[in-house]
Nanobody, 120 residues
């Protein structure tokens, strides 16, 4: 089995920064795409940023220029550096990973989420 564990959430004032981490562990052969999603209170979960195993990235328009996604393949870890945070960035941030455990097994995994609260 594979587990994802996020860390780094918390309370920060508007304009501040946070760095989220998500470490994958367990039976892992290849980690394909890794991504961050978020869910604000009363809203649906939405895409934030993604990075594939060749390092290519894509961000949601509202976070471009403020958030940076990166990964350390040796540590099976993805990061989200969040700068110039705004109150509308508040929500639970979820880590996503598309993982191949062996030749026959490939599936998507989600972490339990970490809370990010930005005060105005």
């Amino acid at each position: 089995q594979v587990q994802l564990v996020e860390s780094g959430g918390g309370l920060v004032q508007a304009g501040g920064s946070l760095r989220l981490s998500c470490a994958a562990s367990g039976k892992i052969n290849i980690i394909n795409t890794m991504a961050w999603y978020r869910q604000a209170p009363g809203k649906q979960r939405e895409f934030v940023a993604t990075i594939v195993n060749n390092g290519s990235t894509n961000n949601q328009d509202s976070v471009k220029g403020r958030f940076t996604i990166s990964r350390d393949n040796a540590k099976n870890t993805v990061y989200l550096q969040m700068n110039s945070l705004k109150p509308e960035d508040t929500g639970v941030y979820y880590c996503y990973a598309d993982i191949s455990s062996d030749f026959w097994t490939r599936r998507a995994y989600w972490g339990p989420g970490t809370q990010v609260t930005v005060s105005s």
